[in-house]
Every structure is written in structure tokens, then in C-alpha cells.
């Protein structure tokens, strides 16, 4: 699918992943590009952006990706002003790490993993992808509908395309009941999402990065990943956030590269 003149949308667009997103599909020329993130520092990389770049259908949206009526408003607010959105990747995440029962010693007793962290972590990384990629799709069957498009045929060409964001801890992980159980569920969903999606000419796709140099990935303790995780990386060290944009990007643009991609940096243990 060419990027130009489509209208974007990305999740955790003030993280590593998603600000390099961000750049790579204004260097594409997309129409429209909304930037979406908890924090309200996405009006400053908005602000940031446009006087970079001089793009200036740039827009800020601040709120949490979990919220609804917040993920129904920022579709809305692009769809009204841009037409429907044609690419999204959700790249907001969380860390929430922990063994599942950690052992307390000489009293015979074990804690379990908190469910209140393990709500959390399925909220942020499972069902946020799912629900906005979800979006996604509906707006381009309300187009179709309004233009009296039955159903999508190849010869019209793919409309829109849902990145979601795994990760090799998706095949299981030490420390990481909870996110290790998201990032594997995004798997089935996106695989039926895609089945499902192609209805109307959408794609679903999923991109499992190793280790990216994050301020996500900076909070698994500097000491244990320079013992444990480091000499298991075939590449001998973390990936730029723009190699993994660059990999998004070639799964947009290119309508063959379904399914998942690995961008492991040849991480041993699934090599």
C-alpha cells in the first residue's frame, strides 16, 4: 500500500517506536499523521514535528488508549477532517515484569504474581491494539457503506493496514507472566482480525522486535541484561527505534509481507 496521502494514527507516539514511526511515515508523505499518547508531551513532538518538517496535518491527541469514548474521538476527529484512517500502529505498551509465584523464603509461604498488574498489561498491550486496529477497520467499511461498496475486491486495491506491536517475548519469558501472555494473544488476534479485515480490503500485521533501545526496555535492570540477555543477541546490541520503523514501514508498503515478522536482532533463544 503506498503511504502517501493516507491518513495515520499511532499509539505511544512519544516512545521510541512511535516517534520514529511517526518520522518515517511523514518522510513518506502521509496526509495526516495523529499522535496519540498518554502523556501530554505528544503536543510537544506534534509541535516539534511540524517545525521540522513543515507537515502541518500533524495532530495531538493526549489520553489514555484504554478510554472508549478517547479512542472513538480521535478516529472521529482524523475521519472528519483527513477521510478514514488508512494506517495504524499501536506502539503504547507497558512493562509490569514479576515472577509469577516468587517463593517467601523460610515461612513456607509463596506470593502470586499481582492481578491488578497482570489487569493492567492485558488492557494496555492486548486489548488497546486490538480495539483501535478494530477502529481502523470500521471506518473504512462506513466509507465503503456510504460509497455503496458491497464488498472490497483485489483490483480496488488495500485500503488500510494495522501494525500491532508484539515482541519475542510473545513465545514465553522468565519475569514476564503477564506481558509475555499479551504479547502471544496479539498473535490470534491478529491473525483473525486479518482473516476478518480483508473483507473490506484491510490488513492486520504484527512486528515482534527484540530488544529496542527504549525507555521501556531501558527499565529491565542494566546488570541483568548485560549478564543474561546481551551475550544471547547475535547482533551484540540493542535496535535503533528507526530499524524498527523502517521494518513497519516495509510491511505497509508491501501487500505480499502478511503475517508476523521477527526483527530479533538474531536474539539466540529464538533464533
Not at 478517547?70 to 500502529?89: A, H, M, N, Y
Not at 509465584?101 to 504474581?113: I, K, N, P, T
Not at 493496514?161 to 507472566?177: D, F, K, L, Y
Not at 547482533?235 to 505480499?256: F, H, T, V, Y
Request: proline share 3%; hydrophobic share 40%.
Amino acid at each position: 500500500m503506498d503511504i502517501r496521502n493516507k491518513v495515520a494514527v499511532i499509539t505511544g507516539a512519544t516512545g521510541g517506536i512511535g516517534s520514529s514511526v511517526a518520522n518515517y511515515l511523514i518522510d513518506k508523505q502521509a496526509m495526516a499523521v495523529g499522535l496519540v499518547d498518554l502523556s501530554d508531551q505528544c503536543l510537544n513532538v506534534a509541535d516539534s514535528l511540524k517545525n521540522t518538517t513543515g507537515h502541518l496535518n500533524i495532530k495531538p491527541f493526549c489520553g489514555n488508549v484504554c478510554d472508549n469514548d478517547f479512542r472513538k474521538s480521535v478516529f472521529s476527529t482524523l475521519e472528519s477532517e483527513f477521510g478514514p484512517v488508512g494506517i495504524c500502529v499501536t506502539a503504547a505498551g507497558i512493562l509490569r515484569d514479576g515472577l509469577a509465584v516468587q517463593a517467601a523464603g523460610q515461612s513456607g509461604d509463596a506470593e502470586l504474581y499481582s492481578d491488578r498488574h497482570f489487569r493492567q498489561v492485558m488492557e494496555v498491550n492486548l486489548m488497546h491494539p486490538i480495539y483501535w486496529s478494530m477502529e481502523t477497520i470500521a471506518g473504512v467499511a462506513r466509507k465503503q457503506q456510504r460509497d455503496g461498496t458491497d464488498r472490497w475486491n483485489p483490483e480496488m486495491g488495500v485500503q488500510a493496514v494495522n501494525i500491532m506491536i508484539g515482541s519475542v517475548s510473545s513465545r514465553g519469558n522468565r519475569g514476564q507472566i503477564s506481558y509475555a501472555s499479551a504479547k502471544s494473544g496479539l498473535r490470534g488476534a491478529c491473525t483473525t482480525l486479518n482473516k476478518e479485515g480483508l473483507r473490506h480490503g484491510v490488513l492486520t500485521k504484527i512486528i515482534h522486535p527484540g530488544f529496542v533501545d527504549t525507555q521501556m526496555v531501558d527499565q529491565v535492570d542494566e546488570a541483568y541484561y548485560d549478564k543474561y540477555l546481551k551475550p544471547d543477541i547475535g547482533l551484540g546490541r540493542k535496535i535503533r527505534p528507526r530499524e524498527i520503523a523502517e521494518c513497519i514501514g516495509s510491511m505497509i508498503e508491501n501487500d505480499p509481507l502478511t503475517g508476523e515478522v521477527w526483527a530479533s536482532a538474531s536474539f539466540r533463544p529464538f533464533a
